[in-house]
């Protein structure tokens, strides 16, 4: 075994310590680590799993998240910051087509997969060994345990080795969620452990993210026990449980600087719903203040109604409908384009606007938006366990907002990215 240069009291929090000896002993078949932000959660796990390969010759590793295209700038980049923190980048390559990262002095693998692609996960093989270690990350994103287990049966085909789950999530609101319902459930060989940013040294996070955390803590404490201490808050069904409903005067809306407009299609059954709003981006508030909407409104009814400003104004819509978005743009003179379609979408824009300090609505103004952003709510099946996927239902106004959004959206989503930036490890484009 080459050891890594650095040394582990120094990379760990202190409320690791014990659960690293745990690892070290290969003391559990399952470890789920739960936490609010900057808990170090992962980081943890990533240390975990390289140093596992390197003290086993046969072992080698998988991490998977939800989404594929979410890969490359969270466990890919995690990993290869671990290994630099380790002192250990001269023994890994990484590659990036599959996303990959190679212990050089054996050939074990550190392999990287998207759980929306299910015939990948049966063609995964192995040069050498077996499969040790299993990384569920952001486990709380998946559909529940019999997605987890059917993954699992596909990568732990049996033998006498030890294999080892591990699962890292920032726990969901509700204690009806299907993982914290599960990270309950006592089995045998599990481990459950939580962690917050409070146990972190404060100079690991720096002053903005402390500022930050103390600042919700004052203007939504429900939001902070939830975000950062990693509490179960409420029941969870509620999807946004920062709208205030309030009057926006004329005068307001005057002094309205950074308009955003969204657009989603509707015909028969669902209505067509046209948002214009302000963001203030420096508070995190979003003012809803103008809202179109309608069933079975042509194209050419809805630009009827949009006043010159409107029509001039960008407004993104929704991706599905390209025909529509030309006959806007070339028949009726409307300036729209197409927002962000793309395997997470809908996931990342409800969390955007999950984590702003307001949404403000008119209900005067933007009726179908106040009822639509106050009722929406996670479903629940037969059992009464929640259903963590967003329901698409009742919620045309919430789709106007995430597509009027899709720069901010996508802009706060490279933000959390360099949160964390990875030392590089050389890439390397094809196998020796």
Not at 361 to 366: H, K, N, S
Not at 381 to 387: A, E, K, L, S, T
């Amino acid at each position: 075994m080459i050891a890594p240069t650095a040394r582990m009291s120094a990379l760990l929090a202190p409320n690791f310590h014990e659960l690293h000896k745990a690892f070290k002993r290969d003391e559990y078949t399952e470890y789920w680590l739960k936490g609010g932000r900057g808990s170090t959660k992962s980081s943890f796990l990533s240390f975990q799993v390289a140093l596992g390969i390197v003290r086993d010759p046969e072992a080698n590793c998988v991490i998977f998240r939800r989404f594929e295209n979410e890969i490359r700038d969270s466990v890919f980049s995690q990993t290869q910051w671990a290994i630099n923190k380790l002192g250990m980048d001269e023994l890994w390559r990484a590659y990036t087509s599959p996303f990959r990262l190679v212990y050089e002095p054996t050939g074990q693998v550190i392999l990287f997969k998207g759980a929306d692609n299910p015939k990948k996960l049966k063609s995964i093989k192995l040069a050498k060994g077996y499969l040790k270690y299993g990384w569920f990350e952001e486990v709380d994103q998946f559909a529940g345990m019999e997605e987890i287990r059917n993954i699992q049966q596909s990568i732990f085909r049996g033998g006498e080795q030890k294999q080892i789950a591990l699962f890292s999530f920032n726990p969901p609101k509700s204690a009806r969620s299907w993982v914290n319902a599960e990270a309950v459930t006592p089995k045998p060989g599990r481990m459950v452990h939580s962690s917050t940013y409070l146990t972190v040294p404060p100079e690991w996070l720096g002053n903005t993210f402390l500022e930050n955390a103390q600042h919700l803590k004052t203007v939504n404490p429900d939001a902070y026990e939830h975000e950062y201490m990693g509490v179960e808050t409420g029941t969870g069904l509620e999807v946004f449980t920062n709208v205030v409903i309030e009057r926006i005067t004329s005068k307001q809306i005057r002094y309205f600087d950074n308009r955003h407009q969204g657009l989603d299609f509707g015909y028969t059954i669902d209505p067509v719903c046209f948002i214009q709003a302000h963001f203030e981006a420096k508070k995190k508030r979003l003012y809803l203040f103008d809202e179109i909407t309608g069933v079975r409104m042509s194209n050419m009814q809805l630009a009827s109604r949009l006043t010159d400003d409107q029509k001039a104004d960008v407004t993104m819509a929704d991706p599905a409908e390209p025909k529509s978005i030309d006959e806007l743009r070339d028949e009726y003179g409307v300036n729209v384009m197409a927002g962000d379609k793309y395997p997470g979408a809908v996931d990342h824009g409800v969390k955007y606007l999950q984590d702003l300090e307001a949404i403000v609505i008119d209900p005067q103004r933007c009726p179908l938006a106040a009822k639509e952003f106050i009722n929406y709510a996670l479903d629940v099946n037969r059992q009464g366990d929640v259903i963590s996927k967003y329901p698409d239902k009742d919620n045309h106004s919430i789709d106007a907002v995430r597509y009027m959004m899709s720069q901010a959206i996508k802009e706060a989503k490279i933000q959390r990215r360099g949160m964390k930036k990875a030392q590089p490890i050389p890439v390397r484009s094809k196998w020796r």
